[in-house]
């Protein structure tokens, strides 16, 4: 076992689901993705170029993403949390995941992966 697919495992409920759930989303709609362990959680790398994370945090799940500077679709969903260029999906339950909203900023996310990651 990798040491991604060992720290979602290794999450408490629902925390646990949520990142499975992610994983396979994520995995099914960006197929050329690589799941890497960088900066201590699971990390996304399509090319040998960063694309996204998923990262346990307090009572949430972060989705975050890389080129987020460049995206345009369903920022409304999105939070910045103090942060200046990541933008992220936040999660605390499996119900709260609309898997619609989730693929449409994949897919944005994947448009943009070749641009630098300021804008």
């Not at 495992?9 to 099914?28: A, C, G, K, T, Y």
């Not at 080129?67 to 910045?80: I, P, R, S, W």
């Not at 936040?90 to 900023?105: A, H, V």
Request: glycine share 2%; charged share 25%.
């Amino acid at each position: 076992m990798n040491p991604s697919e060992e720290y979602i495992l290794n999450q408490p409920e629902p925390f646990r689901s949520i990142l499975l759930h992610l994983q396979s989303v994520i995995e099914m709609t960006i197929q050329e993705v690589d799941l890497k362990y960088k900066y201590r959680v699971p990390f996304y790398y399509i090319d040998g170029r960063p694309f996204c994370y998923l990262n346990q945090s307090k009572d949430y799940i972060d989705v975050g993403f890389w080129n987020a500077a460049h995206l345009t679709k369903n920022l409304e969903f999105m939070t910045v949390a103090g942060r200046k260029m990541m933008k992220s999906l936040r999660y605390r339950s499996l119900e709260e995941i609309n898997d619609t909203i989730l693929i449409e900023i994949l897919q944005d996310a994947y448009s943009v992966k070749d641009k630098k990651f300021y804008k």
